[in-house]
């Protein structure tokens, strides 16, 4: 990815990785005068961490009132981002680098980790999935997408009677009944879409050109015809899968760090509450 | 069996003509007007006959006292000429307040009001407050100063705005022009926003005459050129010398001069937009024949073109093709570096270039010799251009020079008439993780609705969406019979007042583009406005930029990863740095 970037961009890169190295630095610096002093560094660095968690949370906030001057939100991400990676930063010292003991520790530790590996994941998708969008083929918009799909089918459906009415051949209407109108009733291949397979549309494809043996002149016109819905087709399956994933992994890092501010601060309260020992 | 082929008569210029009830008797008492009885009719070659031109290309209209005949601002498509009565045009800048001519008044909303909408916005799209319209509606006591909307016979004339007051709305003086005076011509043909409110002072009786018509009367009736050039060199052209960098500084008696001899020159069809709309799926290469053309490359350089309104497409040869090196518009100029080399170094480069008009353009064309006299001698030689080399390779349409916006992109933009967007929203589709936040910021500002698509023409990663672009030749806000859609006095957005839009549509079928929706409007419970024939009622909206948020346009400030903008594409250098940022 990084030779995609222009230069301008990746001096924008390199100064904000230093920034957070420095304050990572900073902050384990701190920690450790916290530590030499003998202060309550777990305290400290906890609530310091919870303060920065809902600092991230407040994206979300923000997201929700667009028409307020609050900064643009693509500054809103390139902070909440770093920020993201510093907070991990800033677990990991909370935490002294150890796993965790006792379950509610474990649940807290656990909920952590998934917000954190969820927002690298977003992250990971939100910079890879877009040109792969985009190279794939016309740009859809991901509501209009079951529109577009039945309006493909009609096509199809077209073309299979065109083929019957013209050809007196059901060589045509016999495989889409067979193969074909399952393709074009619903989204298909998710997952090999996610996974950069191309395997569904070939073996289709292949299976088409076998079928020319048995068609003439005019039915493998059609058959062309047919193709080009398979891979519309196609296009748009790919642009569901990827959209939706682009969409929908919000709906995982939204709630469990909804999660995360609870249990963060009922472990806050907790930690407070028996901060001088049992009683 | 082979389907039949249909046959229709081709069309022809006059199938619609601008006024059906014009009808012989009326061209007879046309022609018997000074100075139409004046025009020899065999000056006019046989496909255009001047009675025709008459006929189909003018309008015989009558006004009130008060009716407002244009309005300052509007983009008009006809000029006017006074058969009886008397009208009066107002002085000065803004003479009669925007809301009574129509306009919307745009007022930022304070903190409070925009932090109110996440609660104050209603549960249905497109709600509005009925209220408002009858307030509107409701006449107004004696002395209450407003825009008022009467219904004339004349379909044209249609919601036509009378000013029921007129000493108490006026803020500066006004002239009177009476019978045997045009006015409206330079508007009409230079393609540019009147410049004053002109309402009938006594019922008038006026002969409207649409550009079509007005340009060939120009072109064949010199007593009409006269009159009509000599408006424009007195009232427009040294102004517009002006604003051009070169000649800003010219002592006024040379301006003047250099003025006499400037020639007018019209190329192409003023209603660009209808033409573009049927064509702009054609083949580019034949597009490109059908662009008449101004100046060719190769050619003598005999004169120094100045675009006075509309666009050019600038264009070189590369092969057995074209290639449109960049685009011109309204204050640029082209010849000039040609000009100035063959002066400084007594040669004779040709120009260098093709320039085509793109539908509508109007220019200004200053013969050679008079730009070395007058002009050239008073640029310091360092300032002087310098003609650029032949094509290299790397200008060829198959690299890309850092800094300049690549050959693809620029054919992109002129073929689909881009060009003329001043704040186009422009899409990277490879930063765009299609969230919609961006439409989503827009109908929390708009009635739940928002005014673009996220969709449109795409090149390679980068989309123009389905936005207003707030356009520098606005043909959407050609014909709007109420004046609801104008371009705001501060910013110059085109903006519509919801209050006098009446739902005709002629904005919306004008747009090139396809930017401006009709919608349907509901009162606060979500129920469909029905008229009494019950019908919807529908309204034009389109983008206004956010003009009443604090925080500017939503779409550009809600787009997480900065995919989004909002771009002059005229503005060459920042619209190349976006691309290659």
Same mark, same amino acid.
């Given at each position: 990815?990084?030779?995609?970037?222009?230069?301008?961009?990746?001096?924008?890169?390199?100064?904000?990785?230093?920034?957070?190295?420095?304050?990572?630095?900073?902050?384990?610096?701190?920690?450790?005068?916290?530590?030499?002093?003998?202060?309550?560094?777990?305290?400290?660095?906890?609530?310091?961490?919870?303060?920065?968690?809902?600092?991230?949370?407040?994206?979300?906030?923000?997201?929700?009132?667009?028409?307020?001057?609050?900064?643009?939100?693509?500054?809103?991400?390139?902070?909440?981002?770093?920020?993201?990676?510093?907070?991990?930063?800033?677990?990991?010292?909370?935490t002294g680098f150890r796993a965790p003991t006792g379950a509610f520790e474990t649940l807290l530790?656990?909920?952590?980790?998934?917000?954190?590996?969820?927002?690298?994941?977003?992250?990971?998708?939100?910079?890879?999935?877009?040109?792969?969008?985009?190279?794939?083929?016309?740009?859809?918009?991901?509501?209009?997408?079951?529109?577009?799909?039945?309006?493909?089918?009609?096509?199809?459906?077209?073309?299979?009677?065109?083929?019957?009415?013209?050809?007196?051949?059901?060589?045509?209407?016999?495989?889409?009944?067979?193969?074909?109108?399952?393709?074009?009733?619903?989204?298909?291949?998710?997952?090999?879409?996610?996974?950069?397979?191309?395997?569904?549309?070939?073996?289709?494809?292949?299976?088409?050109?076998?079928?020319?043996?048995?068609?003439?002149?005019?039915?493998?016109?059609?058959?062309?015809?047919?193709?080009?819905?398979?891979?519309?087709?196609?296009?748009?399956?790919?642009?569901?899968?990827?959209?939706?994933?682009?969409?929908?992994?919000?709906?995982?890092?939204?709630?469990?760090?909804?999660?995360?501010?609870?249990?963060?601060?009922?472990?806050?309260?907790?930690?407070?509450?028996?901060?001088?020992?049992?009683? | 069996?082979?389907?039949?082929?249909?046959?229709?008569?081709?069309?022809?210029?006059?199938?619609?003509?601008?006024?059906?009830?014009?009808?012989?008797?009326?061209?007879?008492?046309?022609?018997?007007?000074?100075?139409?009885?004046?025009?020899?009719?065999?000056?006019?070659?046989?496909?255009?006959?001047?009675?025709?031109?008459?006929?189909?290309?003018?309008?015989?209209?009558?006004?009130?006292?008060?009716?407002?005949?244009?309005?300052?601002?509007?983009?008009?498509?006809?000029?006017?000429?006074?058969?009886?009565?008397?009208?009066?045009?107002?002085?000065?800048?803004?003479?009669?307040?925007?809301?009574?001519?129509?306009?919307?008044?745009?007022?930022?909303?304070?903190?409070?009001?925009?932090?109110?909408?996440?609660?104050?916005?209603?549960?249905?799209?497109? !709600?509005?407050?009925?209220?408002?319209?009858?307030?509107?509606?409701?006449?107004?006591?004696?002395?209450?100063?407003?825009?008022?909307?009467?219904?004339?016979?004349?379909?044209?004339?249609?919601?036509?705005?009378?000013?029921?007051?007129?000493?108490?709305?006026?803020?500066?003086?006004?002239?009177?022009?009476?019978?045997?005076?045009?006015?409206?011509?330079?508007?009409?043909?230079?393609?540019?926003?009147?410049?004053?409110?002109?309402?009938?002072?006594?019922?008038?009786?006026?002969?409207?005459?649409?550009?079509?018509?007005?340009?060939?009367?120009?072109?064949?009736?010199?007593?009409i050129k006269r009159f009509i050039d000599a408006n424009y060199r007195k009232y427009s052209l040294?102004?517009?010398?002006?604003?051009?960098?070169?000649?800003?500084?010219?002592?006024?008696?040379?301006?003047?001069?250099?003025?006499?001899?400037?020639?007018?020159?019209?190329?192409?069809?003023?209603?660009?937009?209808?033409?573009?709309?049927?064509?702009?799926?054609?083949?580019? !290469?034949?597009?490109?024949?059908?662009?008449?053309?101004?100046?060719?490359?190769?050619?003598?350089?005999?004169?120094?073109?100045?675009?006075?309104?509309?666009?050019?497409?600038?264009?070189?040869?590369?092969?057995?093709?074209?290639?449109?090196?960049?685009?011109?518009?309204?204050?640029?100029?082209?010849?000039?570096?040609e000009l100035a080399h063959n002066w400084r170094a007594k040669e004779s480069v040709p120009f260098?270039?093709?320039?085509?008009?793109?539908?509508?353009?109007?220019?200004?064309?200053?013969?050679?010799?008079?730009?070395?006299?007058?002009?050239?001698?008073?640029?310091?030689?360092?300032?002087?251009?310098?003609?650029?080399?032949?094509?290299?390779?790397?200008?060829?349409?198959?690299?890309?020079?850092?800094?300049?916006?690549?050959?693809?992109?620029?054919?992109?933009?002129?073929?689909?008439?881009?060009?003329?967007?001043?704040?186009?929203?422009?899409?990277?589709?490879?930063?765009?993780?299609?969230?919609?936040?961006?439409?989503?910021?827009?109908?929390?500002?708009?009635?739940?609705?928002?005014?673009?698509?996220?969709?449109?023409?795409?090149?390679?990663?980068?989309?123009?969406?389905?936005?207003?672009?707030?356009?520098?030749?606005?043909?959407?806000?050609?014909?709007?019979?109420?004046?609801?859609?104008?371009?705001?006095?501060?910013?110059?957005?085109?903006?519509?007042?919801?209050?006098?839009?009446?739902?005709?549509?002629?904005?919306?079928?004008?747009?090139?583009?396809?930017?401006?929706?009709?919608?349907?409007?509901?009162?606060?419970?979500?129920?469909?406005?029905?008229?009494?024939?019950?019908?919807?009622?529908?309204?034009?909206?389109?983008?206004?930029?956010?003009?009443?948020?604090?925080?500017?346009?939503?779409?550009?400030?809600?787009?997480?990863?900065?995919?989004?903008?909002?771009?002059?594409?005229?503005?060459?250098?920042?619209?190349?740095?976006?691309?290659?940022?």
């Amino acid at each position: 990815m990084a030779a995609t970037l222009t230069r301008s961009a990746r001096r924008r890169l390199w100064l904000r990785a230093g920034l957070l190295a420095a304050a990572c630095v900073l902050a384990w610096r701190w920690h450790h005068d916290l530590a030499i002093a003998l202060r309550p560094t777990s305290v400290t660095t906890g609530l310091a961490l919870l303060g920065l968690c809902v600092a991230l949370g407040l994206f979300n906030a923000r997201k929700k009132l667009p028409f307020l001057p609050l900064l643009r939100a693509a500054i809103w991400t390139q902070v909440h981002v770093y920020a993201g990676w510093f907070a991990v930063f800033l677990f990991l010292l909370h935490t002294g680098f150890r796993a965790p003991t006792g379950a509610f520790e474990t649940l807290l530790y656990t909920v952590f980790a998934l917000v954190a590996l969820s927002g690298v994941f977003g992250l990971w998708l939100s910079r890879t999935l877009p040109s792969r969008l985009t190279m794939h083929g016309e740009n859809v918009i991901y509501e209009r997408i079951p529109a577009l799909r039945a309006k493909l089918q009609r096509e199809a459906e077209a073309l299979v009677l065109r083929s019957v009415e013209e050809t007196r051949s059901s060589t045509i209407a016999d495989f889409y009944t067979a193969r074909l109108k399952g393709y074009f009733d619903r989204p298909r291949d998710s997952l090999h879409h996610l996974l950069r397979s191309g395997s569904p549309l070939k073996s289709v494809l292949s299976e088409v050109r076998l079928l020319e043996r048995y068609t003439n002149e005019r039915e493998r016109a059609i058959l062309t015809e047919l193709t080009a819905c398979l891979r519309a087709k196609e296009n748009l399956d790919f642009q569901r899968a990827g959209q939706g994933l682009l969409k929908y992994w919000l709906f995982v890092h939204i709630p469990i760090t909804a999660s995360l501010l609870l249990l963060g601060a009922l472990h806050g309260l907790l930690v407070l509450y028996y901060i001088g020992g049992p009683r | 069996m082979a389907e039949p082929i249909a046959t229709v008569s081709r069309p022809q210029r006059w199938d619609v003509p601008f006024d059906e009830r014009m009808d012989a008797a009326a061209v007879d008492r046309i022609l018997g007007i000074a100075p139409f009885s004046r025009i020899d009719a065999a000056e006019f070659p046989r496909s255009t006959p001047l009675r025709d031109i008459l006929l189909n290309d003018t309008s015989l209209r009558s006004f009130r006292k008060g009716e407002v005949i244009v309005r300052e601002g509007d983009y008009g498509n006809s000029a006017f000429f006074i058969i009886s009565g008397a009208v009066k045009v107002t002085l000065g800048k803004d003479a009669i307040p925007a809301v009574l001519l129509g306009r919307r008044e745009t007022r930022q909303k304070g903190w409070f009001e925009t932090v109110a909408q996440l609660w104050r916005n209603p549960e249905y799209p497109e !709600v509005r407050d009925t209220a408002r319209y009858a307030a509107a509606r409701a006449p107004k006591a004696r002395g209450e100063t407003t825009a008022t909307f009467g219904r004339q016979a004349s379909a044209a004339a249609q919601n036509a705005v009378f000013l029921s007051d007129v000493p108490a709305v006026l803020k500066g003086g006004t002239a009177t022009l009476g019978a045997g005076l045009f006015f409206g011509e330079i508007a009409a043909l230079g393609r540019s926003p009147r410049t004053a409110t002109i309402f009938a002072d006594e019922p008038s009786e006026l002969l409207e005459i649409r550009w079509q018509g007005l340009r060939e009367l120009r072109l064949r009736a010199p007593e009409i050129k006269r009159f009509i050039d000599a408006n424009y060199r007195k009232y427009s052209l040294e102004n517009h010398l002006r604003e051009t960098e070169y000649f800003k500084d010219l002592p006024p008696e040379e301006l003047r001069l250099v003025a006499d001899q400037t020639r007018f020159e019209t190329y192409g069809a003023f209603d660009w937009h209808t033409d573009y709309k049927k064509h702009r799926d054609t083949d580019p !290469v034949e597009r490109l024949r059908g662009e008449p053309v101004i100046a060719e490359e190769g050619q003598y350089a005999n004169g120094l073109i100045l675009i006075r309104a509309g666009f050019a497409r600038l264009s070189q040869k590369y092969n057995h093709g074209e290639r449109t090196v960049s685009y011109l518009a309204r204050g640029q100029m082209f010849g000039f570096a040609e000009l100035a080399h063959n002066w400084r170094a007594k040669e004779s480069v040709p120009f260098r270039n093709t320039l085509r008009a793109l539908g509508y353009v109007d220019v200004l064309v200053i013969p050679s010799h008079v730009v070395e006299r007058h002009i050239l001698p008073r640029i310091p030689p360092a300032d002087l251009p310098t003609v650029l080399p032949a094509t290299t390779e790397a200008d060829s349409p198959l690299t890309q020079t850092p800094g300049r916006l690549p050959t693809d992109f620029v054919e992109f933009l002129v073929d689909n008439r881009f060009i003329n967007g001043r704040a186009a929203m422009l899409i990277d589709l490879d930063r765009c993780t299609r969230c919609d936040d961006c439409v989503r910021a827009c109908a929390a500002g708009h009635e739940h609705n928002p005014r673009f698509v996220r969709h449109g023409q795409q090149l390679g990663s980068h989309l123009v969406a389905t936005a207003c672009m707030h356009c520098l030749d606005p043909v959407c806000m050609i014909g709007c019979p109420t004046g609801a859609i104008s371009r705001d006095a501060a910013g110059g957005q085109v903006v519509i007042n919801d209050t006098t839009c009446i739902g005709c549509a002629t904005c919306a079928n004008s747009c090139p583009y396809h930017n401006i929706q009709m919608v349907e409007l509901r009162n606060a419970h979500g129920d469909l406005l029905l008229d009494r024939e019950n019908r919807p009622v529908t309204k034009a909206a389109k983008c206004d930029l956010c003009l009443e948020q604090p925080a500017g346009p939503a779409c550009v400030r809600a787009c997480p990863h900065d995919a989004l903008a909002r771009l002059n594409i005229r503005d060459t250098d920042t619209l190349a740095a976006w691309l290659q940022r």
